[in-house]
């Protein structure tokens, strides 16, 4: 099939190489020319496990190729999804012009039967919307070309992407045209596995269930946050608890760590919107407000447990003269995303509460600099950060900080001190070790240190 993608972004990136992974000729289209440039030239914008070997892959055999030509990419193919980005308003809703601007080139130069697919993550009713552009556009052309609009929402986890996209659990297509609906399954068929699903359903519904899906995982994230903060003060512990309810099969394992907050391009940004769709129709969705407030709160839990146990009496700037050292930056691993990781928070705390602030990431700190500047220190090595430093803390869930050299913390340490915010150490192991250890929500292995 041949296939156009608007936005050379995370989601048009990847779906554009899957798609000519599985034989398609696949245009990945762009008004950034010197991001096109670049992705000519085998530089790939994003760091993403996998999509570089697929995005040259593909481009060397030719079936995936990059351009700014709008016309060429509309007149080409069948299939022309769109997937820029919609950057959250002041108001906390989703902007929609570079969507519909690309539904308005669409209708500017089309030139048969259309098949317009939303990828991007677009609020119910954004269907329709790209459907008036298209529609209007024809009309002053006084085309009676046909096309269709369908939703056809993303569910990607950054750092698994390619995994994600070519072994989907489920790929939701809301569509109310069955030969589009049918043009749909053959475009996914490569991709579906026994356990997967293609579930079909009317434009709206698929335009929510992104939606709902993000807000859902969400709401675990926080729901278990606070019973992390509640077991500190109960004398349990959240790893048992998880354990305990996770077994349950209609609640499950998955999602329910506890952390320093969720972060990320999705959680925060589709909750704020769903928030605001709602009161568009009068509705106040209360819970999901209580999920963003806890969140909000969530990135202030470290930094209060750092100060808490290292802070002077000075009640502005408890944490002069200490150094705090942080390992993790981005919002998740296997990424160098920083869009609201709750490092951002955390590290600001800390600044304002008069710390010296080392950091480590595998991948974030080039991302980092661009908001800390020399306001902190950066280190591409672990342990350097430590030397003489008052407390490490984890931030994000790296694998080279899960089995870490403890002795070798312990001697770098001036008081052996580690906040957990992922809690990856056994809290036994920690007390062998000699090293002070404060996790989340484990006080029913003895360790009762709320913040
Ligand atoms: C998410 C959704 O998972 C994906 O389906 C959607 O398409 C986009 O948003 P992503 O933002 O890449 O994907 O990351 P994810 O792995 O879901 O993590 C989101 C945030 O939640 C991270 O900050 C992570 O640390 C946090 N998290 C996740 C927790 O704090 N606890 C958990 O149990 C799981």
Redesign the pocket.
């Known amino acids: 099939m041949k296939i156009s993608v608007f936005g050379a972004g995370y989601v048009g990136l990847v779906a554009a190489a899957c798609f000519a992974e599985s034989g398609n000729t696949v245009i990945a289209v762009d008004i950034d020319q010197k991001k096109i440039e670049g992705l000519k030239n085998g530089i790939i914008p994003i760091y993403e496990p996998g999509l570089k070997e697929l995005i040259l892959r593909n481009q060397s055999e030719g079936r995936l190729s990059f351009t700014t030509d709008m016309v060429e990419a509309v007149e080409q193919s069948l299939i022309q999804f769109i997937a820029v980005g919609t950057p959250p308003g002041e108001d906390g809703s989703a902007d929609l012009q570079y969507v519909l601007a690309v539904g308005r080139t669409i209708g500017q130069h089309m030139n048969g039967f259309k098949i317009i697919v939303d990828k991007s993550t677009v609020p119910v009713g954004t269907a329709d919307k790209v459907r008036l552009a298209v529609q209007e556009e024809l009309e002053k052309r006084s085309s009676h070309l046909e096309f269709d609009v369908v939703s056809n929402p993303?569910?990607?986890?950054?750092?698994a992407a390619i995994d994600d996209f070519m072994k989907p659990d489920r790929v939701v297509v809301g569509t109310d045209n069955v030969r589009t609906a049918e043009i749909m399954k053959e475009l996914y068929d490569p991709f579906m596995r026994k356990q997967s699903r293609m579930i079909i359903m009317d434009i709206r519904s698929a335009e929510m269930t992104k939606y709902a899906?993000?807000a859902m995982?969400a709401t675990?994230?926080s729901f278990?946050n606070q019973i992390a903060g509640l077991c500190e003060r109960m004398g349990a512990d959240v790893a048992a608890v998880r354990e305990g309810i996770g077994s349950d099969s209609r609640i499950g394992y998955?999602?329910?760590?506890?952390?320093p907050?969720?972060?990320?391009?999705?959680?925060p940004k589709d909750v704020k919107a769903l928030i605001r769709t709602a009161e568009e129709s009068n509705y106040d969705f209360l819970l999901l407000k209580a999920v963003e407030e806890v969140n909000e709160l969530q990135k202030e839990v470290l930094a209060n447990k750092l100060i808490k146990t290292l802070g002077s009496a000075d009640e502005e700037q408890p944490l002069t003269g200490k150094i705090v050292a942080c390992w993790g930056l981005s919002?998740?691993p296997r990424t160098d995303d920083m869009r609201e990781a709750?490092s951002l928070t955390i590290i600001e705390r800390l600044l304002a509460a008069g710390a010296t602030v080392r950091a480590h990431d595998p991948e974030a700190l080039a991302e980092a600099k661009k908001h800390f500047g020399d306001r902190i220190e950066y280190s591409t090595n672990q342990y350097e950060i430590l030397d003489n430093a008052d407390a490490l803390t984890v931030i994000t869930?790296w694998h080279e900080y899960r089995n870490p050299d403890f002795d070798r913390i312990k001697a770098a340490l001036k008081q052996p001190l580690i906040v957990d915010g992922r809690n990856l150490y056994k809290p036994n192991r920690m007390k062998e070790t000699g090293i002070r250890y404060i996790p989340l929500g484990r006080a029913g292995n003895g360790i009762s240190e709320a913040n």
Do not use: V
């Open positions: 993303e569910f990607l986890k950054e750092g899906a993000n995982l675990r994230i278990m998955d999602f329910l760590f506890p952390g907050g969720y972060g990320g391009s999705c959680f919002f998740k709750p869930d």
